[in-house]
């Protein structure tokens, strides 16, 4: 039984490429959240997804950020033009559609994005 | 919306000797609380939450963290720590909006 699987574990990209990276929920949770967190400084909310649909993305820069959860296949987090500022460990979280509360949240194990 | 404050961005201590991470929490609405611990380039992992019913929760790895509703705190401690307790730990709120906050983490250094 699989836990909340991400890909790459790590990416490295030039200044001005696109970054995908990807999560698959455990198997039997529909609600996906991505974090963001830069060297020195804790999680970041960024976006809170369920299938087909965005229910928060308060936390998401207004540019050259999107994240997608389709009905089939994994929840994808795009950074279009990175920029060395988007250096940092994107973590990938996933919960039951009717248990989040009481079992909180099960944590990938992450992408390292390095822009160079 | 809720928010979390981890009073300390590193602690350093002795091996054997007790520690207490503090985390203080605001909301306007009943939470639940996650203490949340990653070892070096790994993800998180859960060490316990409080959900509701006994205020003091033991987790996992001999840890154990105390719900005060009046001071708003959850801190986080374990009497005799290991060199193996070396990581970052995050304090987590979540209400009833399906949603979870994290504080920006505290160093734990252990030294033999």
């Known amino acids: 039984n699989a836990g909340v699987m991400q890909n790459p574990r790590h990416l490295v990209r030039r200044r001005g490429q696109e970054a995908r990276l990807r999560c698959s929920p455990m198997k039997g949770h529909s609600h996906v959240y991505w974090y963001r967190q830069l060297p020195e400084e804790g999680l970041k909310f960024m976006v809170y997804l369920q299938k087909e649909n965005i229910i928060d993305e308060s936390g998401m820069p207004k540019e050259r950020f999107s994240a997608e959860f389709p009905k089939e296949g994994p929840s994808i987090l795009r950074i279009q033009q990175v920029v060395r500022g988007d250096s940092a460990a994107y973590f990938c979280?996933?919960?039951?559609?009717?248990?989040?509360?009481?079992?909180?949240?099960?944590f990938g194990s992450g992408t390292r994005l390095t822009v160079v | 919306a809720q928010s979390v404050t981890q009073l300390d961005s590193q602690v350093p201590v002795f091996e054997e000797a007790p520690v207490e991470l503090r985390c203080n929490y605001s909301s306007s609405v009943s939470v639940y609380l996650f203490w949340y611990v990653q070892y070096p380039n790994q993800g998180l992992q859960l060490l316990l939450k409080?959900?509701?019913?006994?205020?003091l929760v033991k987790g996992i790895n001999g840890f154990e963290a105390e719900f005060n509703k009046s001071q708003t705190s959850f801190h986080l401690r374990k009497p005799s720590v290991h060199i193996s307790d070396t990581a970052e730990y995050f304090c987590?709120?979540?209400?009833?909006?399906?949603?979870?906050?994290f504080g920006a983490g505290t160093r734990l250094t252990v030294k033999p």
């Open positions: 409080y959900l509701s019913g006994s205020t």
């Open positions: 979280a996933s919960s039951p559609q009717d248990r989040t509360i009481s079992y909180g949240y099960t």
């Open positions: 987590a709120v979540s209400d009833f909006q399906n949603d979870m906050r």
